[in-house]
């Protein structure tokens, strides 16, 4: 899917591409809006804009749009001690740090702790109770540490004061406004909303929030949140001193790390970027699979530097985003029907049969019941099955580990040149890509769950015993 405005050169968001892929950052979706209008709409076959996807921590920019809404209201304020706010969720023997925390303190991410302590938390009677039961290492407001679990109390703070889960207020305050269907929004273990990861947009929808963001909080002329409270959430406050790419040494607001260059964004791990350029009216946002992020803001400013000139053909690129992601065809297909016991693993899997003709069907079976996924020959087929433990993900943020859980997923396949069969499954709603190598001479299958250059788990289902 390709659109290019006048005026945009084709060669050069080519090379943008070309390089990004060269350097293992796999881009799934691009916009580059400047002022009102699009300059360039490109998508990699087989991905869209409209699918949500989980976007990990560029749902923090939207927790603290929540926030600001709720500080503009005169409901909450920089200032509010987490004491006060909740008192009912606080120690017997509170610390000092404790009694001094704020919500600028957990904004900014000087929540007193030395790391995220959302492993601690995620899965407590009480997460919020949980939170602030967790040892500070430092004085609230004095020390950065990113930390998902600061921006759940954040998130947490916005359920207490309007009494409503955090995506029903963003339904009624930002996402209507936007045009943007009501999204999923993973919760602890409590029901309460994670709020610094879990939310699943798309890319038109992460554009339109960029747009409104630009626009210094109004959209359609309608105002979402204060100018002052964007300006404060997206001015330095806070370092991270230990991280050397110069993106991240920057400074960080509340809840939007702010750019080198100049502007600022959210960010999301694997690559989903919202990132607002003010000096040049101009918002990119991009959906990827990479591994790399300081260097995909290097090359999004590469882009952004040379995107603009004579026009040229775009049909060299055209072709590239339908290609790029597509396995190789097997002229002869795959032709067999083999069954096998599989060894124990934590998907649970305890029968595998591989079959079919020219299309490769999977069929396993589980205590939890029998789940199939067909596999297409230079192309991809989009599948939806259940199975347990074996998505591609950060394991412990996962909406609920040991559970069943809907994949949604194109499949393809292809025989490599060692007799292996490799099959390409890519999560339609999450960024990750899992590839399964089957060996039929060994018996054996490797499961690698990949997001964007990293492994994230693998499965070694072996020994796979024939049936007679």
């Excluded at 809404?69 to 909450?76: F, R, S, T």
């Excluded at 990827?288 to 530097?305: C, F, P, Q, R, S």
């Excluded at 026009?311 to 029907?337: H, P, R, V």
Aim: proline share 3%; with cysteine.
């Amino acid at each position: 899917m390709l659109y290019l405005a006048k005026g945009v050169n084709a060669e050069n968001v080519e090379k943008y591409v070309k390089e990004s892929a060269a350097n293992g950052i796999n881009i799934r979706a691009l916009q580059v809006i400047k002022g009102k209008e699009p300059m360039i709409r490109l998508a990699f076959a087989p991905y869209d804009f409209e699918t949500p996807m989980h976007l990990y921590s560029l749902s923090k920019s939207f927790t603290s749009t929540a926030v600001g809404i709720c500080i503009d209201e005169g409901l909450l304020s920089p200032s509010t001690k987490m004491c006060e706010l909740f008192a009912d969720k606080m120690p017997e023997n509170m610390s000092e740090g404790l009694k001094a925390l704020t919500l600028h303190d957990l904004l900014s991410m000087q929540s007193g702790h030395s790391a995220c302590v959302l492993r601690d938390i995620r899965w407590a009677d009480d997460t919020v109770k949980a939170f602030f039961e967790q040892e500070m290492q430092h004085t609230p407001g004095t020390t950065f540490a990113y930390s998902t679990a600061a921006t759940c109390v954040c998130a947490a703070s916005v359920e207490r004061v309007t009494g409503k889960k955090l995506v029903d207020f963003l339904d009624e305050r930002l996402f209507q406004k936007l045009g943007i269907e009501k999204p999923t929004w993973w919760e602890c273990r409590d029901g309460q909303t994670l709020g610094g990861t879990g939310l699943h947009l798309s890319s038109d929808s992460i554009t339109k929030f960029g747009v409104m963001l630009k626009n210094k909080g109004t959209y359609n002329g309608e105002r979402i949140v204060s100018e002052e409270y964007l300006a404060m959430a997206t001015r330095h406050h806070s370092i991270d001193l230990n991280n050397g790419s110069p993106d991240w040494t920057a400074g960080y607001g509340y809840q939007f790390w702010i750019n080198d260059r100049e502007g600022y964004r959210g960010d999301g791990a694997f690559g989903q970027l919202c990132m607002i350029m003010p000096s040049i009216d101009t918002v990119v946002t991009v959906m990827g699979e990479v591994g790399n992020m300081a260097l995909e803001v290097e090359l999004v400013y590469k882009l952004l530097d040379t995107m603009y000139g004579s026009e040229t053909d775009s049909s060299s690129l055209s072709e590239y985003l339908d290609t790029a992601y597509m396995t190789k065809k097997n002229e002869s297909g795959f032709n067999n029907d083999v069954s096998f016991t599989v060894a124990e693993n934590r998907a649970e899997i305890e029968k595998l049969r591989i079959f079919g003709e020219n299309l490769l069907h999977v069929e396993m079976t589980a205590p939890y019941g029998k789940k199939e996924f067909v596999c297409g020959n230079g192309e991809y087929i989009l599948n939806h099955y259940y199975a347990k433990n074996i998505t591609p993900s950060i394991t412990f943020l996962d909406p609920a580990v040991d559970t069943v859980e809907r994949h949604s997923v194109f499949a393809a396949y292809e025989i490599l040149e060692d007799g292996r069969i490799l099959i390409t499954l890519r999560h339609k709603n999450t960024c990750h890509v899992q590839r399964w190598y089957v060996d039929l001479t060994e018996n054996k299958i490797d499961i690698k769950l990949h997001a964007g250059d990293m492994i994230c788990n693998r499965f070694e289902l072996t020994p796979i015993k024939s049936e007679e």
